[in-house]
């Protein structure tokens, strides 16, 4: 059923000596870290693959956001990746997007700038596949302005499996955590996960 699909990594297996691993000067834990973004890389690949069978069907170009939305979780890592990226960003950007994150009743999110994303490259991993036919292992979804010829059987055999996306992200946070000893503070199994907007909560403290 599903094409663009990979079976999740061991990350976990990464780790031999949790108990030593510090953080790189970054405030990253190196190996996680490592994980996460070689993982996004080979999902981008299978991205690229996607984009090559589904482009003629595919609304998506820059200056759509539609689909950018402050009402879903990401994992720790992603979190993480998200909050290094913010502070990489001008800081006339930054006052701009936290302007945008105390706004009331805000629904899009608060990293979108003048119709783009200022973090692109960084974005988590739902980001990336939206509007491609994604699939839970019950149902198949996509954007509702794709697609628009045929809901149903041009990709009923060609979808990104989120289950298998979301046990590899948590997968890397679980390491995360043990790398840098952290794990009695988030006893979660799996480990916690966040709106977009609490991971941009320390910054306006």
Not at 111 to 123: A, I
């Amino acid at each position: 059923m599903y094409l663009f699909s990979e079976k999740p990594l061991n990350y976990k297996s990464m780790t031999s000596s949790p108990t030593e691993k510090t953080p790189t000067t970054g405030g990253y834990p190196s190996e996680s870290l490592a994980a996460y973004r070689d993982f996004r890389q080979r999902l981008d690949g299978l991205i690229a693959n996607a984009w090559a069978v589904y482009q003629d069907k595919m609304a998506c170009k820059a200056g759509c956001f539609s689909c950018c939305r402050n009402d879903f979780r990401i994992s720790l890592i992603e979190g993480f990746e998200l909050r290094q990226a913010f502070q990489a960003l001008p800081p006339a950007v930054q006052q701009m997007i936290m302007s945008q994150r105390a706004e009331p009743e805000r629904t899009l999110c608060p990293l979108l700038v003048d119709g783009q994303c200022s973090v692109y490259e960084s974005r988590p991993v739902l980001c990336r596949i939206f509007g491609f036919p994604v699939s839970d292992g019950k149902t198949i979804a996509t954007c509702e302005l794709n697609f628009t010829d045929d809901r149903t059987e041009t990709f009923t055999a060609k979808a990104f499996d989120t289950q298998v996306l979301s046990e590899t992200t948590q997968a890397i946070s679980a390491l995360y955590l043990t790398e840098t000893g952290k794990q009695a503070e988030h006893t979660h199994e799996p480990p916690p996960m966040f709106r977009i907007e609490e991971v941009l909560q320390a910054f306006s403290e």
